[in-house]
Structure formats: C-alpha cells, structure tokens
T-cell receptor, first 113, second 113 residues
Framework: DAGVIQSPRHEVTEMGQEVTLRCKPI?????LFWYRQTMMRGLELLIY????????DSGMPEDRFSAKMPNASFSTLKIQPSEPRDSAVYFC???????????FGPGTRLLVL | SQKIEQNSEALNIQEGKTATLTCNYT??????LQWYRQDPGRGPVFLLL?????KEKRKERLKVTFDTTLKQSLFHITASQPADSATYLC????????????FGKGTMLLVSP
C-alpha cells in the first residue's frame, strides 16, 4: 500500500492567492482528517470526514478555509484568499473503522508570502 | 481548559540508556492514549495504543504506561539508539470513541552515540 498521498509537497504562494491541497487516503479507510502543524500551536485538527461526510469542522480557523471529499479516495483543503499566517505544514491522515490508529501523509509545507 | 502537556525541552541521552518521556493531561477521561513518532519533514507515525483499562503495553524496546488517576502516560525506550532520535507525540481521544485525537506538542529525543 502506498499510504496516504498528499500533493503538492511544497507550495509557495503570494498573499491573496487561492491554495488547494490534495489528499488520497489509504484504500478502505472511512475516516479522513486534515491537520495543521506549527511550532507555536502544534498539531491541530481542522476537519474530519466519515464516509465522505464532514463530521466536525470546528477546527477550521475561518471561512477562508474549506474542505471537500467528493469520493472515498480524494479530498481537498482549500484556502481562499491565503494569508501569511496560514503558513504551516498541513497533514492529511486516514483511519479505518474500529481502529483509532491514524495514518499520516507526508504533509504539504505551505509558505504564504 | 483542556490540556495535554509534554516536555517542551529536548531530552538528551546517551546510546544504550533508557529514555522516558512524559505526557500529562487535564480535564479529559480518554478511553485510550496513543504515541506517535515524527521525524523532521515527515508525518507522525503510530507506535503504540494503550486503553484506559491497561496499565502497561510493550512493543519490542518500547513500553507505555497509563495512569488514569494521575492522568499521566510514560513512554520508555530501552537500549536507546541514535536512530531513535525524533519527536514523540502523545495523543488522546477526547470523545471516547474511535474518531478524533488531540495531540500534545511533542518532545524531541536526541540519542548521542
């Protein structure tokens, strides 16, 4: 199994631009999580899906952030417009039913100038 | 407020010694607790899960204890090796179910030859 796949691995953009991060979870996993990691705040849960349905988006910082999961093998996290304070590493993770273990992707390192 | 605390200072030990990392939490009653390892530039990797009714769990050179009275978990690496150098994160389920995890900020372990 290839594990959780994220793209791009690195993204540098200018303030105000739209950023789209992509994730392919492990096949058969029915939970998908989006996290943001910074030195100051650590690893924070932004939103999670169960069977492609968003369950809790209370961690999404602002309306500028949105996430979708159109099918079981693909999810996106979009920031529009981006701001310098959005600079962080964004991780996607997936988990199987009845197993609390989460499998993380390699992350997307985002820098907003 | 709900908190998960891990030592923010790096732990430096010599190869061959036992490393002990601490995770303290307040205001939670988790059904289980997990430990992850994170290497620079990579996503966290699951190591061990311990349930509230388990006092201790072992896996090769790793040992985790869970004291729900003290609200503390200890993570031990015996016969440490330079390859064990990484950041170690503890994570709790705060919703008593196999869904979301809340992570501590992690403790960096440095094992010198």
């Amino acid at each position: 199994d290839a594990g959780v796949i994220q793209s791009p691995r690195h993204e540098v953009t200018e303030m105000g631009q739209e950023v789209t991060l992509r994730c392919k979870p492990i096949s058969g996993h029915d939970y998908l999580f989006w996290y943001r990691q910074t030195m100051m705040r650590g690893l924070e849960l932004l939103i999670y899906f169960n069977n492609n349905v968003p369950i809790d988006d209370s961690g999404m910082p602002e309306d500028r952030f949105s996430a979708k999961m159109p099918n079981a093998s693909f999810s996106t996290l979009k920031i529009q417009p981006s701001e310098p304070r959005d600079s962080a590493v964004y991780f996607c993770a997936s988990s199987g039913r009845g197993d609390g273990t989460q499998y993380f992707g390699p992350g997307t390192r985002l820098l907003v100038l | 407020s709900q908190k998960i605390e891990q030592n923010s200072e790096a732990l430096n030990i010599q190869e061959g010694k036992t490393a002990t990392l601490t995770c303290n939490y307040t205001n939670y009653s988790p059904a289980y607790l997990q430990w992850y390892r994170q290497d620079p530039g990579r996503g966290p990797v699951f190591l061990l899960l311990i349930r509230e009714n388990e006092k201790e769990k072992r896996k090769e050179r790793l040992k985790v204890t869970f004291d729900t009275t003290l609200k503390q978990s200890l993570f031990h690496i015996t016969a440490s090796q330079p390859a064990d150098s990484a950041t170690y994160l503890c994570a709790l389920d705060i919703n008593s179910g196999y869904s979301t995890l809340t992570f501590g900020k992690g403790t960096m372990l440095l094992v010198s030859p």
